[in-house]
């Protein structure tokens, strides 16, 4: 079974930064499309970016220009690099693996990670 693991999250003052990572064990990981997500308290899970195996990427517009995704298809890895945070950052963010091909859809998430942006 795919697994993700991820890390980097932490508490950080507004206009700091962070760079998470999601590590994918058990799976041919090039063939995805990677994403991040994060939820808030009491909130719907929004997607905050993604980035296909040809290395197309999709931002949120509320993070446009502050976030940065990546990926390391030889260690298998993909990042979300954040700069100037604010407060409205603050939430679990989690890693997402999708791929969806004829007849199937394959989907699996990380166990989050916490960031709070406060100072």
């Known amino acids: 079974q795919v697994q993700l693991v991820e890390s980097g999250g932490g508490l950080v003052q507004p206009g700091g930064s962070l760079r998470l990572s999601c590590a994918a064990l058990r799976t041919i990981f090039s063939i995805f499309t990677m994403g991040w997500y994060r939820q808030a308290p009491g909130k719907q899970r929004e997607l905050v970016a993604t980035i296909t195996s040809d290395g197309n990427t999709n931002y949120a517009d509320s993070v446009k220009g502050r976030f940065t995704i990546s990926r390391d298809n030889a260690k298998n890895t993909v990042y979300l690099q954040m700069n100037r945070l604010k407060p409205a950052d603050t939430a679990v963010y989690y890693c997402?693996?999708?791929?969806?091909?004829?007849?199937?859809?394959?989907?699996?998430w990380g166990q989050g990670t916490q960031v709070t942006v406060s100072s």
């Open positions: 997402n693996a999708d791929l969806t091909i004829v007849g199937e859809d394959y989907d699996y």
